[in-house]
């Protein structure tokens, strides 16, 4: 594995990703995936492809502020694919004044390198118990 192909799915993993879910901008976060991505959140459809994220995404945050801090466990990598087994601690700021919640996810992400560049493939988490 490259140590250079580890350190830039790490840092879009534990750094990248909180900024942009941070940011509330769909398509900034939207272009953290490939072209065919899948991203399967819990108890909501799947979402296909850049565009299906970004409006589930913009969806999501639309009454909320996100202030996610991931850390990666595991990162492996195989040629132009590689994935990422991590745990998000999320603090959720609901926009209608009531006290903010905690909530602990466990993720995996199956990563592709398109023309040069690690990009989030197919994406699930789930949630645990704090």
Do not use: C
Not at 63 to 74: G, H
Not at 91 to 97: F, N, Q, R, S, Y
């Amino acid at each position: 594995m490259s140590d250079n192909d580890r350190s830039h799915i790490q840092k879009i993993f534990e750094e990248t990703y909180p900024q942009r879910a941070r940011a509330k901008n769909p398509d900034a976060y939207a272009a953290m995936f490939t072209e065919a991505a899948l991203q399967m959140p819990p108890n909501v459809p799947d979402r296909y492809g850049k565009a299906d994220i970004a409006a589930g995404f913009a969806q999501q945050i639309a009454d909320k502020d996100l202030d996610p801090t991931l850390t990666a466990e595991e990162i492996q990598i195989m040629g132009d694919f590689g994935y990422v087994v991590g745990i998000a601690m999320v603090t959720v700021h609901p926009h209608d004044g009531s006290p903010a919640i905690k909530i602990k996810f466990r993720g995996l992400w199956l990563m592709k390198k398109e023309q040069g560049e690690w990009k989030i493939d197919r994406q699930i988490w789930n949630e645990k118990p704090q």
